[in-house]
């Protein structure tokens, strides 16, 4: 369940990693979920890095390249975090790099443009998701994912770069929004692939570890995804 900005956390959200991972099924599902995002980092990197080079100017190229690097930071905190849990890093990034690597074969871009509206759609897409779990977690693991969240500029960079784009010739707008109407229904597709694939996750996401069990919640929380991706087309210019 969300919890208000000003509400005192319960259940699992009141505990540290000490105590919350005593209890098997929470300690696995904590796990995939960072094994999850530690991957979905590391493709970050490699997909900024390989956009580089459709970068039209030398400026272009080297902010993608400090985006890129910025996420290289976020997995090796997440690959740290792993290995000091006990938990083989690359043994818990691997259930989950089919479905990233399917998404990212499924929707490369073919110009600067789409390589733009990808990283700004699909990685806050991804964002949001991590963000809707994090209230669930402990503090310790909660604190983790939130930093590794953190805006890498990415986001106006990319909304500065496609607006101007749309006046400089409107009818890119129209192609640009169906590419990330695709993006939306590929990165919704995949996120309820892995978690149903995983049953320690699942059962965290719907409250069966903490709050009780709510399916309905999961159907409340891909909503919350869906309001902030229409947001988000308006900032491009773009039509949802």
Known sequence: ????????????????????????????AVIDLLGALAYGELAAFERLAEDAKLAPTLADKAELAKMAAAEFHHFEQLRDRLAAVDAEPTTAMEPFAKALDDFHRQTAPSDWLEGLVKAYVGDSIASDFYREVAARLDSDTRGLVLSVLDDTGHGNFAVEKVRAAIDADPRVGGRLALWARRLMGE??????????????????????????????????MFSRITEAHTKRMAALGLAA
């Open 187 to 220: 990165a919704l597709s995949q996120a309820q692939r892995v978690v149903a694939e995983r049953d320690a996750l699942s059962t965290m996401l719907v409250g069966g570890v903490a709050d009780g069990f709510d399916l309905a919640e999961v159907g409340r």
């Open 1 to 28: 369940m969300e919890t208000p900005d000003n509400a005192t956390p319960t259940g699992i959200a009141a505990e540290d990693w000490a105590t919350a991972s005593a209890e098997p099924q929470y300690r696995a």
